[in-house]
């Protein structure tokens, strides 16, 4: 590029900026590898700065009288080595980070700021040989790029999906939570797109222009006939975006959900392979639902609230982009849930996002930062404290145990720009809505209102966030201290502690190979399964549930040395080297499933495990139910405690209808009664599961070991029982199951859920 100072100035200025921001990226975690989220970042800069330098390349070779060859050729020379400048400046980075999957992200990489580069630098071309003076030429490709955005946020602010594919970006695939992101069919078929209207721009050049630039017209056939090509595939591809999978609009997702079921309150849109009674009950579940959040902001449910329930995350995640997160649109006045039980408390917290944007001002109708940014510690705080009844402890109970278990609580922090997503969703969530909801409680309705409505805290309630933080701690040990035990603490850490979403090793790379394990292993393809985990093992070599998970699927594929070598090599895998009750239980589970496969029953090694874990928990938690399970199922007959091991250890949708078999053919079992009904509950079949559980809790469910007082399964059993008699119409069952519960239950969380169901009672139809 001698000669031709002003391409060469503006090329040294934008490989400056490039590097500057792949350095800063360098800071950021998930952001400082070669992957999914540095590409995002490096591929509308990387676009921008081609297709101006491809401007500037054509406006010199206009004043030089230079061919239009050459400066083709200059232009495409400079995008190729501008966009190695990120790429060596992320590669560097991840040598401090530790690499992932290289591979795999320079396909991230070639779809993303590569192909964008490409674009823009076809499209920089014909707008500076179109357009003679330069700094025309350079504002009018600028407001190209703009406008190339203009259709994708139109579509993310009208339609229902959350993700969009940009010309000069490449997909943006909404929530951040959902790290599961692949070069797959749908962004292939986006760039060949792209690809088609690259070529139709460049033979449009050819075509309009004679080789010495004087703006003759090009009479060749040819290349008026392969621009004509370009961008007739290039629009014959976008007319089939729906189908390909890279624009979902409203017509398209209501094509797929076409069952509907409506009321005064609620409109559900929902895939017609759904049970008619299903849906009936999650209608009068919304209902119920919609007036709840709207009593808790203080608002009328006037406006009926429109639900759309997908069949699983495959089906929302292909039609909206979001695969594991539930969400809502509270401009819009609806939410997307996939696979929602009746009854899940998911339903209120998206409810409540929908009821809370009536408050909000701006289009988005939710707090902002900066104008546009959602404040997202508030949303989800927000709608956290206005679906506080959930099982177990509560926000407060939760938020003080995690705190005296040393999990590290900034509430300041949390509440500042981007630290809600540094944190791991389960804390940011539980820490949020404790807070807020101890706003409501202190400070009442009116401040709730006003934080919702996006004023400071300091407006809101007369104090610094800094000052309600402080009152905020007081105030947990004066509603939950009485509920916080070791176990509890205990609990707190392990389910707590951690990073962002973002934080952990090759999180894009591992959420990839641990989902492709996922499908290989509902194929019964073990060994591909296997070897996907391993990969992800070797990715994030801390992340002890995957080595955990990697254990299991040895023991079920027989590989009984690759099971002793792992748990040899690989300290806190469930091996003896776990002292944590996960870690016995894991380790347990992995050596029962190994008796299993080897045709012999599991040795006194897994019961010791299983009884040391047990005596260690003093509480009436998750934990302690699924050991004292587990201790049982080693006395049932081979057949039932082969299935009751398989289906606490995790297993597949077999290892659950075998449970079943299990309790039909053993009916004296209280534990497999239980189990069963809990089973039956999780799926809907509520007459069934009211049967299992009243059954259970006759029979008489066991004790710990070692105490006969402590009856893990009662306070859940007569819970979970007054549940399933609310949904199946037994009002009479479910009012004393209720209060049986009620009288056992140790946490606000299930005592608030308790009173949620007493409420449904009178509304519920019986016998539905």
Not at 419 to 439: C, D, E, K, Q
Not at 587 to 604: E, H, N, T
Not at 622 to 628: F, H, N, Y
Not at 705 to 726: H, I, Y
């Amino acid at each position: 590029m001698a000669g031709r100072p002003l391409l060469r100035r503006r090329f040294a200025s934008w490989g400056a900026i490039l590097l500057l921001v792949s350095l800063a990226l360098s800071f950021l975690p998930g952001f400082d590898v070669l992957s999914f989220h540095a590409c995002l970042v490096i591929a509308p800069l990387l676009a921008m700065a081609a297709g101006s330098l491809a401007v500037t390349a054509v406006a010199e070779a206009r004043q030089c009288g230079k061919t239009l060859s050459s400066a083709r050729g200059r232009a495409f020379v400079a995008a190729g080595l501008l966009s190695m400048v990120p790429l060596v400046g992320i590669l560097a980075s991840a040598m401090f980070a530790g690499p992932c999957d290289w591979q795999y992200g320079l396909a991230f990489y070639a779809a993303g700021p590569l192909a964008s580069a490409v674009l823009a630098t076809c499209a920089g071309i014909l707008v500076g040989v179109a357009i003679p003076r330069r700094r025309w030429a350079v504002a009018s490709w600028s407001l190209i790029f703009v406008a190339s955005f203009i259709l994708p946020v139109v579509d993310l602010f009208r339609e229902p999906s959350v993700f969009f594919y940009a010309p000069f970006l490449g997909f943006f695939p909404g929530p951040l939570y959902d790290v599961r992101l692949e070069v797959g069919t749908p962004y292939l078929a986006f760039r060949a797109m792209c690809i088609a209207i690259a070529v139709g721009l460049w033979a449009l050049v050819d075509a309009i222009t004679s080789i010495d630039l004087r703006l003759r017209i090009d009479r060749r056939a040819r290349w008026w006939a392969l621009a004509a090509a370009g961008f007739g595939v290039g629009w014959a591809l976008f007319g089939r975006a729906g189908d390909l999978g890279f624009r979902e609009t409203r017509e398209n997702v209501q094509t797929v959900l076409s069952g509907e079921v409506s009321d005064r309150w609620c409109t559900i849109r929902h895939d017609p392979s759904e049970n008619p009674a299903r849906m009936a009950l999650l209608l009068k579940d919304c209902g119920f639902r919609y007036r709840q959040a709207s009593a808790c902001l203080g608002e009328s449910p006037d406006a009926p609230l429109i639900a759309y329930i997908y069949r699983d995350d495959a089906q929302k995640a292909r039609l909206i982009g979001a695969r594991q997160v539930d969400l809502a649109k509270p401009w819009l006045g609806e939410i997307h849930i996939s696979d929602l039980a009746v009854g899940d408390p998911v339903l209120q917290h998206e409810i409540a996002h929908v009821v809370a944007g009536r408050l909000a001002p701006g289009f988005l109708r939710m707090p902002v930062k900066f104008g546009v940014v959602p404040d997202m510690a508030r949303v989800e705080g927000i709608a956290q404290a206005c679906s506080f009844a959930d099982d177990g402890p509560s926000d407060h109970e939760w938020a003080l145990a995690m705190e005296l278990a040393g999990v590290a609580n900034d509430l300041p922090g949390l509440f500042g720009p981007a630290s809600f997503l540094n944190a791991s969703p389960a804390r940011a969530y539980t820490v949020s809505g404790s807070f807020i909801a101890f706003i409501k409680d202190v400070y009442g309705i009116d401040s709730f209102r006003a934080i919702a409505a996006g004023k400071t805290f300091e407006t809101a309630t007369g104090l610094t966030l800094e000052a309600l933080a402080d009152e905020w701690r007081q105030y947990l040990w004066d509603v939950a201290g009485g509920a916080i035990t070791a176990d509890l603490m205990a609990r707190a850490y392990g389910r707590f502690l951690g990073p962002g979403v973002l934080g952990h090793r090759c999180a894009v790379d591992v959420a990839r190979m641990v989902g492709d394990a996922i499908e290989a292993e509902e194929r019964g393809e073990l060994d591909r399964a296997e070897s996907c985990l391993e990969a992800a093992v070797r990715h994030d070599p801390g992340a002890v549930g995957l080595r955990r998970a990697l254990l299991r699927l040895r023991a079920r594929a027989g590989d009984l040395k690759g099971v002793a070598d792992l748990a040899a090599g690989l300290a806190g895998a469930g091996s003896s080297s776990d002292p944590s009750v996960a870690g016995r239980v894991s380790a347990g589970d992995v050596r029962a499933i190994a008796a299993r496969v080897a045709g012999r029953d599991p040795g006194p090694d897994v019961e010791s495990g299983w009884v040391s874990a047990a005596v260690a928990v003093r509480h009436h938690g998750p934990e302690l139910r699924s050991l004292v399970a587990r201790l049982h199922a080693l006395d049932l007959p081979p057949r039932a405690r082969d299935a009751t091991l398989e289906a606490l250890a995790g297993g597949d949708g077999q290892a659950m209808d075998a449970l079943l078999a299990a309790a039909a053919e053993v009916p004296d079992d209280a534990v497999l009664r239980y189990l069963a009904g809990r089973l039956l509950y999780s799926v809907g079949q509520f007459e069934e599961a009211f049967h299992d559980l009243a059954a259970a809790l006759a029979l008489g469910l066991p004790v710990a070991p070692g105490c006969v007082d402590d009856r893990p399964f009662d306070a859940e059993a007569w819970k979970t029982l007054g549940k399933a008699a609310t949904w199946a119409g037994d009002a009479r069952m479910a009012r004393m199951a209720l209060s049986m519960a009620m009288d056992l239950a140790l946490y606000e969380g299930d005592r608030l859920v308790i009173e949620e169901y007493l409420m449904r009672l009178a509304e519920l139809p019986v016998n539905l």
